[in-house]
Structures are given as structure tokens and as C-alpha cells.
């Protein structure tokens, strides 16, 4: 599918289609109007989860709050150094994990296990919460001397984005470096060039 065609299918096709390993989310809901102003005041890290899951509207605005294509040419609500869009988010549920594909707006299946224990490391809590987001970064800067930190620049603006639309939704979140890398990058299926950076866990918030 080209960027353009699927930058209009983002906008104007608010369906979700499942297919054998593909989860087509919904359209984001670009609609939401609460002022930047009080998203940045109530924006707080919560690690008290309700297990419920989460609805797919709110795990499509996630993502594309993250890394989602916001123009014609496929660039990202959240910005890379020279555009090189290195960071790859993954969605760790219960029923499996996935790739975030920002072109078709879409999680590919990668695995069929429940790998929140392999991102809660000694953080027991995380296994509360229904999804964690598990931020990826690939060295797209050969050569560059500040290759690694912008990797977790790139990474840091990706989770930045989603935690202020947690903050929007109400959710419970919180931004963690903590998680077993190794085990994750084996389970997820990384390349030797890929390393997780960070992850974001999120539910609806305990009680509700
Ligand atoms: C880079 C980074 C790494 C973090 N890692 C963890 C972590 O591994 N576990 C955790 O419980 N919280 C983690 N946090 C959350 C911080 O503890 C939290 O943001 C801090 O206490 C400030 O609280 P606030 O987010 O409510 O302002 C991390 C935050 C950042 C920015």
C-alpha cells in the first residue's frame, strides 16, 4: 500500500478488520479536543491497572499518537533526527504480541504468547495492566557518532506522545526502561540490529 493511499485510508476508513495474523485498528479518533494545557497538567505516571482490556478505539489512538502517519508523505506524529523512522512499537497483550504497522494502521501478529512478564522483570505489577508498549530502536544512523542517543531520543518522543494521550483518556500509564531485553528480543523476533529501548504499560485505571 503506498504512504498516500494509506494515510487516506487512516482518515477516512474507520473500520476494524481482522485478518489470520493482522489487526486492522480503527481509525484514530482525531476528534478528541481537550486542551494541550491540561493533558500536560494531568499527565502523571499510575501503576494501578484495572485487567479489564482495553478498547481497540483506544489502543488505535495509542499508537498513533506514538508513531501513526500524520501527513501525505508517511512522516509520524512524533518526530526522528533526519526523518529516519527507527523506532518500531510492539503491542504486548495477553493473547500475544504484535507489530505496529503505521502505513496500513495495523498490529501484525509476531507472537502467540503472553510476554507481560518478560516486560515486568522484577515489577510485578505490569502483569496487571491488559497492554504494555514496547518501544524498539534500529541504528539508522551508520556512521553517526550520536547514533544510540538518537535512538533513545527518537524512542523518548514516540512514548512522550502516547503518555500525553494517556493523560487525555484517562488511563493509567506509566514509562519504564525496566524489561528484559534479551528474552524480548528473542520472543519478538528482533533483528542483531534492533534493541528495545523502553516500554509504556497502560490499562484503565484500578477500580474502574
Ligand atoms: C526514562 C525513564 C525510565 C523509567 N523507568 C521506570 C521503570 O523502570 N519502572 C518504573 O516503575 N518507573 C519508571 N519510570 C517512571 C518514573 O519513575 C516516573 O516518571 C517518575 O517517578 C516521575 O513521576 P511522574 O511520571 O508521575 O511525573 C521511568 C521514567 C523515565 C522517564
Redesign the pocket.
Known amino acids: 500500500m503506498s504512504v498516500r493511499l494509506a494515510f487516506l485510508t487512516l482518515l477516512f476508513v474507520p473500520i476494524m478488520a481482522f485478518a489470520q495474523n493482522t489487526i486492522t485498528l480503527p481509525a484514530p479518533n482525531l476528534k478528541i479536543d481537550v486542551p494541550l494545557m491540561k493533558a500536560l497538567t494531568d499527565r502523571?505516571?499510575s501503576?494501578e491497572f484495572s485487567p479489564k482490556m482495553l478498547d481497540w478505539q483506544i489502543i488505535s489512538d495509542l499508537f498513533y499518537s506514538a508513531l501513526g502517519i500524520n501527513r501525505p508523505d508517511g512522516r509520524r506524529t512524533s518526530p526522528t533526527a533526519k526523518n529516519v523512522q527507527d523506532i518500531t512499537a510492539y503491542a504486548i497483550l495477553p493473547e500475544g504480541s504484535y507489530r505496529y504497522e503505521p502505513a496500513g494502521h495495523n498490529l501484525v501478529k509476531v507472537s502467540d504468547k503472553d510476554l507481560r512478564g518478560l516486560v515486568a522483570g522484577f515489577?510485578d505489577f505490569v502483569t496487571n495492566a491488559p497492554l504494555s508498549i514496547v518501544f524498539v530502536g534500529e541504528d539508522k544512523y551508520a556512521g553517526s557518532l550520536n547514533a544510540e542517543n538518537m535512538m533513545h531520543f527518537d524512542a523518548g518522543s514516540a512514548s512522550e506522545n502516547a503518555l500525553l494521550y494517556c493523560a487525555v483518556a484517562k488511563l493509567s500509564c506509566?514509562?519504564?526502561?525496566?524489561m528484559d531485553k534479551q528474552a524480548l528480543s528473542k520472543e519478538l523476533g528482533l533483528s542483531k540490529k534492533q534493541v528495545p529501548i523502553?516500554n509504556i504499560v497502560v490499562g484503565y485505571p484500578a477500580g474502574s
Open positions: 502523571q505516571s501503576r515489577q506509566v514509562p519504564r526502561i525496566t523502553s
